[in-house]
T-cell receptor, first 113, second 114 residues
Framework: ETGVTQSPTHLIKTRGQQVTLRCSSQ?????VSWYQQALGQGPQFIFQ???????GRGNFPPRFSGLQFPNYSSELNVNALELDDSALYLC????????????FGPGTRLTVL | KQEVTQIPAALSVPEGENLVLNCSFT??????LQWFRQDPGKGLTSLLL?????REQTSGRLNASLDKSSGRSTLYIAASQPGDSATYLC?????????????FGKGTLLTVNP
């Protein structure tokens, strides 16, 4: 059974650019959540996808958007990058929509210059 | 709005010591509570999950308790080892009708000295 994987590992962008981060869910998981973790902070919930539909969203602006594909892999897209978007982006997969045990990937470190 | 607080922010102990990490939350209407471990620059590893109807969970040298009415949880680590050095995060699952998200504290940075 493979775990949750994310790509790329690290990414450097400049302010105003757009970025796409990718996540492959653990086998058999149909729910994926994305979190943003700024340095020295706990992760903050961005949104969750269940069977290709957004199931819930945290307090993030519309320039943060996502997709989930039929194989349950997922993308996080961020438009018009700002310096404060620099963070570790984590995805987590689970077998249920409810806040059951979530399995986290290693994260993508995004730096915005 | 759910808020999660972890105390202390950092802790340094000698190897072999037993220790307790604390977590408090403001909204007691939760689905569950999880403790995670995070190594520097890495993702999260789930340590223990306590459902809202449970009082505690144990795994090896780790024991987590939950007192929903008072909005508190503790993570007890017995006989600490240098390999336990990491940041420990407490996360509350589902509150205010939002059964789909985890709300995290800022974590406790634990250093176990040989």
């Amino acid at each position: 059974e493979t775990g949750v994987t994310q790509s790329p590992t690290h990414l450097i962008k400049t302010r105003g650019q757009q970025v796409t981060l990718r996540c492959s869910s653990q086998s058999g998981h149909n729910t994926v959540s994305w979190y943003q973790q700024a340095l020295g902070q706990g992760p903050q919930f961005i949104f969750q996808y269940y069977r290709e539909e957004e199931n819930g969203r945290g307090n993030f602006p519309p320039r943060f958007s996502g997709l989930q594909f039929p194989n349950y892999s997922s993308e996080l897209n961020v438009n018009a990058l700002e310096l404060d978007d620099s963070a570790l982006y984590l995805c987590a997969s689970s077998t249920a929509v409810g806040a059951d045990t979530q399995y986290f990937g290693p994260g993508t470190r995004l730096t915005v210059l | 709005k759910q808020e999660v607080t972890q105390i202390p922010a950092a802790l340094s102990v000698p190897e072999g010591e037993n220790l307790v990490l604390n977590c408090s939350f403001t909204d007691s209407a939760i689905y569950n509570l999880q403790w995670f471990r995070q190594d520097p620059g890495k993702g999260l590893t789930s340590l223990l999950l306590i459902q809202s109807s449970q009082r505690e969970q144990t795994s090896g040298r780790l024991n987590a308790s939950l007192d929903k009415s008072s909005g508190r949880s503790t993570l007890y680590i017995a006989a600490s080892q240098p390999g336990d050095s990491a940041t420990y995060l407490c996360a509350v699952g589902g509150s205010g009708g939002s059964n789909y998200k985890l709300t995290f504290g800022k974590g406790t940075l634990l250093t176990v000295n040989p």
